[in-house]
């Protein structure tokens, strides 16, 4: 009996660990084999969590409260699992020269794990341990191009970076556990009292800091930015949009988790700090990715502008905010991993990545190129498209919260935005050039992600009962 | 506390003190390692007096038979055994004047503090057998994720470090 709840709680995550074991006995069996069955069971496993999450999400908590899971976790978990597939579907062309294409599954597969590991966390031991098994193999994958020595410089200062920012998470946890004497999330929240009456405030304060100061430098934001831009440049391209993405995705689910359910009586001063963070996000990440030339690098800095805009609903500490903020991440998905596909398999197929490549790409690559603007606008907010939706939904929830500066000022820097993204299209549909990048055949991975993430990004927008299902499942401050 | 046990503790710590002064006064960096290992071992043995079992056996595995091998290996191939121009060098700068002084604060702190900690833990908190009952559980399932973490630790370091052929 106990065995069948534990094994029906963790559904999802003993999925993937089934997936790991197996494809580590077939590269056992298999050495060398080169055939495509690992990257097909790979998908089909992620797929397989995927629709777990969406049509059967298990609720309750195990483990003596160490293991929490319901409804949003299990959408969050299908998320993560539907952009992973998408990365290695277009990962694929660039996976065939490499010889560890089966490491590289093993390895998304475990840090997939982590991050469910880390969303299901009722503990901060939990949320630790899954945290670094979410870092740890990413910096194995950032390092795949071997013959690259910027890979490996990326590899080096993304494993620096997690480290440096988990040392001042686990700092923080040991300021919370000796202001509070819990790790566990539910004790925590009824521990902290405000205005607190014991000297246990300032410790428990110190230590929220810090973890605040650890999940932003998770996700990137301003002023703990300043690692992204090269390894992100380093990695190779599907590690890279994995980083922008996947990573991004889970560490602000669990950030915004962590903020409403255990500190909510900070509410306060992290929804000023938060809306700060956020306005800085977005002015530096326009800024650099205004001038950059080549295409994996823009599309890095704009990630962290999207992750601006993210913090503003992350600060308006409402359930609207929090929905908004689940809502956008998956139409973020389409939309930069559309993107992410395009350049990828450009990249793989004629080792162009600069923008004035791009000349004229319409003319050889039609679809490539329409696929692109469509991602392109939806990242930039363009109407039609669901970008604009997201955009719509999380300013509009920083506005009911009265934090009415703070999305003039993110308006502002949309209509900044809008400027180099349009650049990138001039330069497919308007600029001609001598020398234009080859017409040739993407292959169909890469057209099955192109046309998933097209019509998602054109779909998801008008589909507005999506965004009531998000609101039913998130939850604002208590 | 019975005499034999109040001896060990006082030979001990007399050791620890001794080879820990050794460490820093020692020319020779190999001999300084070696005196680092020796006080390890008193360590372990203090251990051992708090009935911390475990603690004891992992000290002695992770510093004394990792770790200092480790620094032991790498003085060597960095052949950084040469005879240094003296310590006085080092005391010359005041780097160690601010890790020194956090050090007195802490060891004040803690003197303060010593009277509340000693009734505190219960006597037998350590043992392996109280260790193995928390770990599976109250703590089997990180205790069982952090196999899958190593794993995929070892898969990266294994891809990483293979020779390309």
């Known amino acids: 009996m106990d065995f069948i709840t534990l094994v029906s709680l963790l559904r999802m995550e003993l999925l993937l660990t089934a997936g790991l074991v197996v494809l580590l006995i077939y590269k056992i069996f298999y050495e060398g084999a080169r055939d495509k069955m690992a990257g097909w069971f790979t998908v089909s496993v992620l797929l397989g969590t995927f629709l777990c999450g969406i049509f059967l999400p298990a609720e309750?908590?195990?483990?003596?409260?160490?293991?929490?899971?319901?409804?949003?976790?299990?959408?969050?978990?299908?998320?993560?699992?539907?952009?992973?597939?998408?990365?290695?579907?277009?990962?694929?062309?660039?996976?065939?020269?490499?010889?560890?294409?089966?490491?590289?599954?093993?390895?998304?597969?475990?840090?997939?794990?982590?991050?469910?590991?880390?969303?299901?966390?009722?503990?901060?031991?939990?949320?630790?341990?899954?945290?670094?098994?979410?870092?740890?193999?990413?910096?194995?994958?950032?390092?795949?191009?071997?013959?690259?020595?910027?890979?490996?410089?990326?590899?080096?200062?993304?494993?620096?970076?997690?480290?440096?920012?988990?040392?001042?998470?686990?700092?923080?946890?040991?300021?919370?556990?000796?202001?509070?004497?819990?790790?566990?999330?539910?004790?925590?929240?009824?521990?902290?009292?405000?205005?607190?009456?014991?000297?246990?405030?300032?410790?428990?304060?110190?230590?929220?800091?810090?973890?605040?100061?650890?999940?932003?430098?998770?996700?990137?934001?301003?002023?703990?930015?300043?690692?992204?831009?090269?390894?992100?440049?380093?990695?190779?391209?599907?590690?890279?949009?994995?980083?922008?993405?996947?990573?991004?995705?889970?560490?602000?689910?669990?950030?915004?988790?962590?903020?409403?359910?255990?500190?909510?009586?900070?509410?306060?001063?992290?929804?000023?700090?938060?809306?700060?963070?956020?306005?800085?996000?977005?002015?530096?990440?326009?800024?650099?990715?205004?001038?950059?030339?080549?295409?994996?690098?823009?599309?890095?800095?704009?990630?962290?502008?999207?992750?601006?805009?993210?913090?503003?609903?992350?600060?308006?500490?409402?359930?609207?905010?929090?929905?908004?903020?689940?809502?956008?991440?998956?139409?973020?998905?389409?939309?930069?991993?559309?993107?992410?596909?395009?350049?990828?398999?450009?990249?793989?197929?004629?080792?162009?990545?600069?923008?004035?490549?791009?000349?004229?790409?319409?003319?050889?690559?039609?679809?490539?190129?329409?696929?692109?603007?469509?991602?392109?606008?939806?990242?930039?907010?363009?109407?039609?498209?669901?970008?604009?939706?997201?955009?719509?939904?999380?300013?509009?929830?920083?506005?009911?919260?009265?934090?009415?500066?703070?999305?003039?000022?993110?308006?502002?820097?949309?209509?900044?935005?809008?400027?180099?993204?349009?650049?990138?299209?001039?330069?497919?549909?308007?600029?001609?050039s001598d020398d234009p990048i080859p017409h040739f055949n993407s292959g169909l991975p890469v057209k099955i992600v192109l046309a998933c993430s097209v019509l998602g990004i054109i779909l998801l927008g008008f589909f507005g009962g999506l965004f009531d299902y998000f609101t039913s499942l998130t939850f604002g401050l208590q | 506390m019975n005499p034999i046990t109040e001896y060990t503790f006082y030979a001990l710590s007399f050791l620890s003190i001794l080879s820990g002064l050794m460490v820093i006064f020692s020319r020779n960096p190999v001999h300084s390692v070696l005196y680092l290992v020796l006080t390890f071992f008193t360590i372990a043995g203090h251990f051992l007096l708090m009935s911390a079992h475990f603690l004891a056996a992992v000290h002695v595995i992770v510093y004394s038979g990792a770790i200092m091998v480790l620094f032991l290996y790498v003085i060597m191939m960095l052949n950084l055994n040469k005879q240094p121009e003296g310590w006085s060098n080092f005391l010359q700068g005041m780097f160690w004047v601010f890790p020194s002084g956090l050090l007195l604060i802490t060891l004040v702190g803690v003197l303060r503090a010593g009277s509340d900690m000693m009734t505190g833990a219960g006597k037998n908190i350590g043992t392996v057998e109280n260790l193995g009952r928390v770990l599976f559980n109250d703590f089997l399932l990180p205790f069982e994720i952090s196999s899958i973490l190593f794993l995929a630790g070892m898969v990266g370091a294994v891809m990483v470090g293979k020779k390309e052929s």
């Open chain 1, 60 to 432: 309750g908590g195990y483990f003596g409260g160490m293991f929490i899971t319901g409804s949003l976790a299990g959408m969050e978990k299908s998320i993560l699992s539907l952009g992973s597939v998408f990365i290695i579907l277009f990962g694929r062309t660039w996976l065939e020269n490499s010889r560890h294409e089966l490491e590289f599954y093993l390895l998304i597969l475990s840090v997939l794990l982590g991050m469910f590991f880390m969303i299901s966390a009722g503990h901060l031991l939990m949320f630790y341990l899954g945290l670094e098994l979410a870092t740890l193999p990413l910096a194995a994958l950032a390092v795949f191009d071997f013959n690259k020595s910027r890979s490996s410089e990326a590899g080096v200062k993304l494993i620096l970076n997690s480290a440096f920012s988990s040392a001042l998470l686990l700092f923080g946890a040991s300021l919370v556990y000796g202001g509070s004497g819990t790790l566990y999330f539910p004790e925590l929240n009824s521990a902290i009292t405000f205005p607190a009456s014991r000297g246990s405030s300032f410790l428990l304060l110190a230590g929220f800091s810090f973890l605040f100061t650890g999940f932003a430098f998770k996700i990137s934001a301003v002023p703990f930015h300043l690692w992204t831009a090269d390894v992100y440049e380093g990695a190779p391209v599907p590690v890279t949009a994995f980083l922008s993405v996947i990573s991004k995705g889970a560490a602000l689910f669990v950030f915004v988790a962590v903020l409403y359910r255990v500190f909510p009586l900070y509410s306060e001063t992290w929804s000023l700090v938060t809306g700060l963070m956020g306005a800085l996000t977005m002015v530096i990440g326009n800024l650099f990715a205004m001038r950059q030339g080549n295409l994996k690098r823009f599309l890095a800095f704009s990630s962290i502008t999207q992750v601006g805009f993210l913090l503003v609903g992350v600060a308006s500490a409402s359930q609207l905010g929090h929905a908004a903020v689940l809502y956008f991440m998956l139409i973020y998905l389409f939309s930069n991993l559309g993107a992410f596909a395009v350049v990828s398999v450009i990249a793989d197929k004629t080792g162009k990545e600069t923008l004035s490549d791009y000349r004229g790409l319409y003319k050889t690559n039609p679809m490539l190129a329409l696929a692109l603007l469509v991602a392109l606008f939806s990242l930039a907010g363009i109407p039609p498209t669901a970008g604009f939706f997201g955009k719509l939904f999380l300013l509009n929830s920083g506005a009911s919260s009265g934090m009415i500066y703070l999305v003039i000022f993110a308006c502002m820097n949309m209509v900044v935005s809008l400027y180099y993204y349009l650049r990138v299209v001039k330069a497919m549909f308007v600029d001609t």
